[in-house]
């Protein structure tokens, strides 16, 4: 039955049908061939209650936080100020993306609005300094899945709704995996542009100097992380309260720029209010989803038959990552979290897995997903930013090696889990023992 629900979502999907569509579509029909309509009756009374939960609010927040760091010039400067630390490097700005992307995303939240910024940023680089455009591409695109990862997260505040996991314990459980992997990806940049250099672009020419001068330029987005999740660890406020707290703080920031306009806020507040439509209907829609299929006993039959195949926590943790890899590469991360994670996270539990930190492997295989053709959301955001359109294989052809990056850091996950749980088990548990 569940192989059966897996394939129609895909075949819907394949043919163009918006997600939140064939998720609610799904339902509906699922609903009245097994249940004879009955939980249909209460659609309206289920919607409202699930979608006035109080954590909810924290994806607008971190949505419009993002638009506002674009919107202002701040990633503009970040930008500028991160290629004078790290420049030097073989591979030159490539360094400068993954570093500003990995810093945006400890801000905003969101995969798509770091690509985006940076890439927008970025982009004119790639002739003026003569890099390969196809590796140049694939760290904005593989850059950009950082925001997803290293806290504020949305999808990790998704992630703790549906599976009833502590949200600050997935922050911090984010943090190292997130660093080590910004750090995995300028070594396969290092890598790369030693074997070939003249992949590396032409040098920038910098100096201390300059370094100490645009240190300033930095402060911005430290300053939003530190206010963000600080006030979640000190105890302040909720992570919901806290993106209110990092709106206002941007605003702020804005203000001191001198770009707060009227036409600024307009237009970062369209940009929420559509992104949020989207990502709120889907929410909905899947949560209803999950409902149904638990009426219809689907987690208990998929459960028992993982069980019956007789394989070991290890062994069925391998065919869930071989699943999410390949499931990866055809549905949207969001759509694929929703609607596999309710049936997928009790069989994880019973085998003994820590929810948190199958969070945040989860999480970076949603990754690599949005790097992975042919619908990896990033891949399509880069692509969307050249200015002379190009071929989109340039684009899907240099964000694999750091897919294969990603690979190496689930391995790792799954050998030394404490990479993940070391800072939440001695910030909430009380430590090793």
């Given at each position: 039955?569940?192989?059966?629900?897996?394939i129609?979502?895909?075949?819907?999907?394949?043919?163009?049908?918006?997600?939140?569509?064939?998720?609610?579509?799904?339902?509906?029909?699922?609903?009245l061939?097994?249940?004879?309509?009955?939980?249909?009756?209460?659609?309206?009374?289920?919607?409202?209650?699930?979608?006035?939960?109080?954590?909810?609010?924290?994806?607008?927040?971190?949505?419009?936080?993002?638009?506002?760091m674009?919107?202002?010039?701040?990633?503009?400067?970040?930008?500028?100020?991160?290629i004078?630390?790290?420049s030097?490097?073989?591979?030159?700005?490539?360094?400068?993306?993954?570093?500003?992307?990995?810093?945006?995303?400890?801000?905003?939240?969101?995969?798509?609005?770091?690509?985006?910024?940076?890439?927008?940023?970025?982009?004119?680089?790639?002739?003026?300094?003569?890099?390969?455009?196809p590796?140049?591409?694939g760290?904005?695109?593989?850059?950009?899945?950082?925001?997803i990862?290293?806290?504020?997260?949305i999808?990790l505040i998704?992630?703790?709704?549906?599976t009833?996991?502590s949200?600050?314990?997935?922050?911090?459980?984010?943090?190292?995996?997130?660093?080590?992997?910004?750090?995995?990806?300028?070594?396969?940049?290092?890598?790369?542009?030693?074997?070939r250099?003249n992949?590396g672009?032409?040098?920038?020419?910098?100096?201390?100097?300059?370094?100490?001068r645009?240190?300033?330029?930095?402060?911005?987005?430290?300053l939003?992380?530190?206010?963000?999740?600080?006030?979640i660890?000190?105890?302040?406020?909720?992570?919901?309260?806290?993106?209110?707290?990092?709106?206002?703080?941007?605003?702020?920031?804005?203000?001191?720029?001198?770009t707060?306009?009227?036409?600024?806020?307009?237009?970062?507040?369209?940009?929420t209010?559509?992104?949020?439509?989207?990502?709120?209907?889907?929410?909905?829609a899947?949560?209803?989803?999950?409902?149904?299929?638990?009426?219809?006993?689907?987690?208990?039959?998929?459960?028992?038959?993982?069980?019956?195949?007789?394989?070991?926590?290890?062994?069925?943790?391998?065919?869930?990552?071989?699943?999410?890899?390949?499931?990866?590469?055809?549905?949207?991360?969001?759509?694929?979290?929703?609607?596999?994670?309710?049936i997928?996270?009790?069989?994880?539990?019973?085998?003994?897995?820590?929810?948190?930190?199958?969070?945040?492997?989860?999480?970076?295989?949603?990754?690599?997903?949005?790097?992975?053709?042919?619908?990896?959301?990033?891949?399509?955001?880069?692509?969307g930013i050249?200015?002379?359109?190009?071929?989109?294989n340039?684009?899907?052809?240099?964000?694999?090696?750091?897919?294969?990056?990603?690979?190496?850091?689930v391995v790792?996950?799954?050998?030394?889990?404490?990479?993940?749980?070391?800072?939440?088990?001695?910030?909430?548990?009380?430590?090793?023992?």
């Amino acid at each position: 039955m569940a192989g059966s629900i897996v394939i129609i979502l895909l075949v819907l999907v394949f043919l163009g049908i918006p997600v939140a569509a064939v998720l609610g579509v799904l339902s509906l029909v699922l609903d009245l061939l097994y249940q004879e309509g009955r939980l249909s009756v209460a659609l309206g009374e289920f919607v409202w209650d699930k979608s006035k939960e109080f954590i909810l609010v924290a994806i607008p927040m971190f949505i419009l936080l993002g638009e506002i760091m674009l919107r202002a010039g701040i990633a503009q400067r970040m930008y500028n100020a991160v290629i004078q630390w790290v420049s030097w490097l073989p591979g030159g700005l490539m360094h400068a993306n993954i570093g500003s992307c990995a810093i945006f995303a400890a801000s905003s939240g969101s995969s798509v609005a770091t690509a985006a910024t940076v890439g927008t940023v970025a982009y004119p680089e790639i002739k003026k300094r003569n890099y390969n455009e196809p590796l140049f591409l694939g760290t904005l695109a593989a850059g950009g899945t950082l925001g997803i990862l290293i806290p504020p997260s949305i999808n990790l505040i998704i992630y703790g709704l549906i599976t009833d996991t502590s949200v600050p314990e997935l922050y911090l459980a984010g943090i190292f995996p997130g660093l080590m992997l910004a750090g995995m990806f300028m070594i396969a940049v290092i890598i790369a542009c030693i074997a070939r250099k003249n992949w590396g672009g032409t040098a920038i020419e910098t100096s201390w100097s300059e370094r100490i001068r645009t240190l300033p330029d930095l402060l911005p987005p430290v300053l939003l992380f530190v206010v963000i999740v600080g006030s979640i660890y000190a105890g302040i406020a909720t992570p919901t309260e806290a993106a209110s707290v990092g709106v206002v703080f941007a605003l702020g920031l804005a203000a001191l720029n001198r770009t707060l306009s009227i036409n600024m806020l307009r237009e970062a507040f369209e940009g929420t209010m559509r992104t949020t439509a989207m990502i709120m209907l889907i929410i909905l829609a899947a949560i209803f989803l999950n409902f149904i299929l638990g009426f219809m006993g689907v987690t208990q039959a998929l459960i028992k038959f993982i069980s019956d195949l007789g394989l070991t926590p290890l062994q069925t943790m391998g065919l869930l990552v071989v699943f999410y890899l390949i499931l990866g590469m055809f549905m949207e991360t969001l759509s694929m979290m929703l609607t596999t994670v309710p049936i997928v996270f009790p069989i994880v539990v019973a085998l003994g897995y820590d929810p948190v930190w199958f969070g945040i492997t989860l999480t970076v295989l949603m990754e690599a997903a949005l790097i992975t053709p042919p619908i990896g959301v990033n891949l399509y955001v880069v692509q969307g930013i050249r200015q002379d359109g190009g071929n989109f294989n340039d684009v899907a052809l240099g964000a694999l090696p750091f897919v294969l990056m990603m690979i190496v850091l689930v391995v790792l996950l799954i050998a030394y889990p404490d990479i993940a749980l070391y800072l939440p088990t001695e910030v909430y548990r009380g430590g090793y023992n």
